[in-house]
């Protein structure tokens, strides 16, 4: 009879927060598919903004909100089954390279940027540095929870990411048609300067089938790199850490416990859905799947928000992550018209 009424008890600290996350998701979800390019994350984001800084959270919802981490987490993971590595190994040298280069050079960039030119924190700025490297919103979890990164930066750094998101779904395409460019330089343009892979498909595509083509296997090739990069800031932290403490060298027991677990079913599902495991219809429900635990999750990212602790952090964040995003846009571009335009 306890565990019944322990049961119940739990329920009921957890269902008011997380009805809260599932309407705000569906009306993100209306707004994405009725307003012409209208990001849906970025609208999710919007509403846990607005509720949080408008209405304010209520206590008895607050747990179930805070579950948002849970469900990035399996997003992620499931966002793993999108990877097709057999066709990333046939797309050739340039694009393997190419992807290889611009995340170095970003992920150098940024953390330059931030430390030695804006003086924002270290932690906030290796958020910074792989959301613009890698693939956005998941690269900054997946770092935040490897760093142990606080909970503001986390939601600030992925606001900012999704600023951008926003900015070039609007952008990019005008750019490729005042320049008429080649359908694989702006595919390849758009998969190693954008940040999220939504937007990145969605912008191929409404150039033409081929460049989408090539904007997906790019951006899928830098997806791959994010569970490399959040076992080396993993790496990085943990050694910080312990030479602070008079450790000469890591612990591995420690670097595993910081390691966000979800990263190994991210790259595990990956190569099981290139081995030819999971039927296209199968892949798809898990594509849906992930896209709605992407939105329950950036609505409880939103309430995170709160404008009086973002006041503090000014707009030195945005300003490190435009000055990069101009860099590697311009610089990648004139590349690929050099290499393969």
Known sequence: MSDELS???????????????????????????????????????????????????????????????????????????????????ESGAVVVVSVLAVTLFTLVYVEALARGVFGLGERLGSLLAAGSSICGVSAVVAVAGSIEAKEEHLAYAAATVLLFDAITLLAYPVIGRVLELPAQVFGMWAGLSMFSTGPVVAVGFEHSSAAG??????????????????????????????????????????????????????????????????????????????????????????????????????????LVVLLAFATVSVVSLAGLLTVVG
């Open 213 to 318: 083509q090539w904007a997906t296997v790019t951006k899928l090739t830098r997806n791959a790199l994010i569970g490399v990069v959040a076992v080396g800031y993993a790496t990085y932290y943990a050694r910080r850490r312990m030479d602070t403490d008079g450790s000469s060298s890591v612990q591995w027991r420690e670097l595993w416990d910081r390691f966000p677990k979800f990263v190994l079913g991210f790259l595990a599902l990956a190569l099981i859905a290139s081995a030819g495991v999971f039927s296209a219809g199968q892949l798809a429900s898990m594509e849906t799947a992930y896209g709605w635990l992407f939105l329950l999750a950036f609505v409880g990212l939103g309430t995170d928000l709160e404008l009086q602790k973002l006041r503090c952090a000014g707009v030195r964040p945005v």
């Open 7 to 89: 049961l119940v008890r739990t329920a009921r600290e957890y269902i008011p927060g997380l009805s809260l996350l599932v309407v705000g998701a569906g009306l993100a979800r209306v707004a994405g598919a009725r307003v012409p390019g209208v990001n849906e994350l970025l609208v999710a984001i919007v509403i846990g903004v607005v509720l949080t800084n408008a209405v304010g959270i209520p206590t008895w919802m607050r747990r179930g909100v805070r579950t948002h981490n849970l469900w990035l987490g399996a997003g992620i993971v499931l966002m793993g089954a999108s990877l097709a590595l057999d066709t990333i190994v």
